[in-house]
Every structure is written in structure tokens, then in C-alpha cells.
């Protein structure tokens, strides 16, 4: 079974950085892609980024480009999002999400597998 478990959020100022961790474990292949998404009080759930493990191929969501920088370290089975130059506008609960494939994975319900979600917030 795959578990996703993410850390790392927290309270922080505009402009100020954050770095989400998402410990994941339970692949049976490796070919699978990790996702971000958030999603903020009265609002949908929306992809932020995803990497693809076998590849490394990496999307970042137009919002968050030349901001937030999906990464992963394979020895450690942990997936990360560095969180630069941070808005009000990015507060939500922030969760990783799985799926088995190396294709593009832009929507939540092409992901199988969710984390419970770390909360971010960025005081103005």
C-alpha cells in the first residue's frame, strides 16, 4: 500500500520561503509520479507541481513558476517543494499525491494515492 507523508508547513511572512516534505513508501514499480496540490478555504482542490520518479520530468502550475521548485532524492523516498517568495495568496492546506505512470498528471482525480495535507500560511 502506498503512504504518502508530508511535513513542513507552517506560518510564515510574504516573501519569506518554505520547503514541504512528502515521505512516500509502498511503490511496487517505479514508475510513478508525485504530485502537490492545495487547496485554500472555499476553493478547489488545484495542482501546484508534480515530478515523474523514473524520469525526473517536473511541471510547475503557472502561479507558482520561478517561485516554488518540486524536487526529490530518491535514496530518501522523499519528495520536496521549495517554497520561495511566498503570497497570502498560497495559503491552503498543501497535500502530495501518487499515481502509478510516467505520463502528465495535472488533475486530482488522476491520482490514487493522498497524503493528509500540511497547512501553509503566509501573513501579509
Known amino acids: 500500500e502506498v503512504q504518502l507523508v508530508e511535513s513542513g508547513g507552517g506560518l510564515v511572512q510574504a516573501g519569506g520561503s518554505l520547503r514541504l516534505s512528502c515521505a512516500a513508501s509502498g511503490f511496487t514499480s517505479d514508475d510513478y509520479t508525485i504530485g502537490w496540490f492545495r487547496q485554500a478555504p472555499g476553493k478547489e482542490r488545484e495542482g501546484v507541481s508534480w515530478?515523474?520518479?523514473?524520469?525526473?520530468?517536473?511541471y510547475h502550475e503557472d502561479s507558482v513558476k520561478g517561485r516554488f521548485t518540486i524536487s526529490s532524492d530518491n535514496a530518501k523516498n522523499t519528495v520536496y517543494l521549495q517554497m520561495n517568495s511566498l503570497k497570502p495568496e498560497d495559503t491552503a492546506v498543501y497535500y502530495c499525491?501518487?499515481?502509478?505512470?510516467?505520463?502528465?498528471?495535472?488533475?486530482?482525480?488522476?491520482?490514487?494515492?493522498w497524503g493528509q495535507g500540511t497547512q501553509v500560511t503566509v501573513s501579509s
Open positions: 499525491a501518487a499515481t502509478y505512470g510516467t505520463g502528465t498528471y495535472y488533475w486530482p482525480l488522476e491520482y490514487d494515492y
Open positions: 515530478i515523474n520518479h523514473r524520469n525526473g520530468r517536473t
